[in-house]
């Protein structure tokens, strides 16, 4: 049997993950890390210069509206695990409701992003790119205040890197992460709660039609 989005949810279920070795890859392969990369929603770490960044950068955010355009973005580098099968994988998810996408523009530029899988009240984030500075920081500080926002309980970032650690996640063993997961699939969240997006700080305030799904960030004059 070949590799469909149901399989895919299955395996997100169970705590296993797919890559492949490259983009020209023709073989997909199952990763259980045995220490798990996890964000824990109450401790997203803003810094003094992300905060500065995100109260003078004009941006808006909008979600589920470039998805493709996102798992590309993720995609466009030297290396990559995302090949043509796990692409097509995830347009098939996000064509379903599981998977869903934060983009962040600069005018009419798609700049940043961020992508995963929701299933219950676990987000699980697969890949994030970056083609100003900060713009993928702003895509996760947007993303955990909306997963908060919508009930979530666990947002798995499956790898720890020293970028991710910077902004407040950590290493749990495998062991617990099956509880927090088994956990949060027995629970309900939603990737759009009713009334938002709310102000994520002092500046960011929501444009006309952000209950659609897009929010414009505008620098305070007062």
Same mark, same amino acid.
């Given at each position: !049997?070949?590799?469909?989005?149901?399989?895919?949810?299955?395996?997100?279920?169970?705590?296993?993950?797919? !890559?492949? %070795?490259?983009?020209?890859?023709?073989?997909?392969?199952?990763?259980?890390?045995?220490?798990?990369?996890?964000?824990?929603?109450? &401790?997203? $770490?803003?810094?003094?210069?992300?905060?500065?960044? /995100?109260? $003078?950068? +004009?941006?808006?955010?909008?979600?589920? *509206?470039?998805?493709?355009?996102?798992?590309?973005? &993720?995609?466009?580098?030297?290396?990559?695990? /995302?090949?043509?099968?796990?692409?097509?994988?995830?347009?098939?998810? $996000?064509?379903?409701?599981?998977?869903?996408?934060?983009?962040?523009?600069?005018?009419?530029?798609? /700049?940043?992003?961020?992508?995963?899988?929701?299933?219950?009240?676990?987000?699980?984030?697969?890949? +994030?790119?970056?083609?100003?500075?900060?713009?993928?920081?702003?895509?996760?500080?947007?993303?955990?205040?909306?997963?908060?926002?919508?009930?979530? %309980?666990? =947002?798995?970032? *499956? =790898?720890?890197?020293? $970028?991710?650690?910077?902004?407040?996640?950590?290493?749990?063993? @495998?062991?617990?992460? *099956? @509880?927090?997961?088994?956990?949060?699939?027995?629970?309900?969240?939603?990737?759009?709660?009713?009334?938002?997006?709310?102000?994520?700080?002092?500046?960011?305030?929501?444009?006309?039609?952000?209950?659609?799904?897009?929010? %414009? @960030?505008?620098? *305070?004059?007062?």
């Amino acid at each position: !049997m070949g590799l469909t989005a149901e399989v895919l949810l299955h395996a997100y279920r169970i705590g296993v993950f797919p !890559m492949a %070795q490259s983009r020209d890859a023709t073989e997909i392969h199952w990763v259980d890390p045995r220490r798990r990369g996890v964000f824990p929603l109450d &401790c997203f $770490h803003i810094s003094h210069s992300l905060r500065h960044h /995100i109260l $003078h950068s +004009m941006v808006s955010v909008t979600v589920d *509206q470039a998805f493709a355009a996102v798992v590309s973005g &993720c995609a466009d580098r030297a290396e990559t695990w /995302i090949n043509t099968e796990i692409f097509d994988l995830y347009n098939a998810l $996000h064509a379903n409701r599981h998977a869903h996408s934060l983009e962040v523009w600069q005018e009419d530029r798609l /700049i940043g992003g961020v992508y995963g899988v929701a299933i219950g009240a676990a987000f699980f984030g697969e890949s +994030m790119f970056s083609r100003a500075p900060n713009a993928s920081k702003l895509a996760l500080a947007y993303l955990v205040h909306r997963l908060r926002a919508g009930g979530f %309980q666990l =947002f798995d970032t *499956q =790898f720890l890197t020293p $970028h991710l650690a910077s902004l407040g996640a950590v290493e749990i063993p @495998r062991a617990t992460y *099956q @509880r927090k997961l088994a956990a949060a699939l027995a629970a309900e969240a939603t990737f759009a709660p009713a009334d938002y997006p709310p102000v994520l700080l002092p500046g960011a305030v929501v444009a006309p039609g952000a209950a659609s799904g897009t929010s %414009q @960030r505008k620098t *305070q004059t007062s």
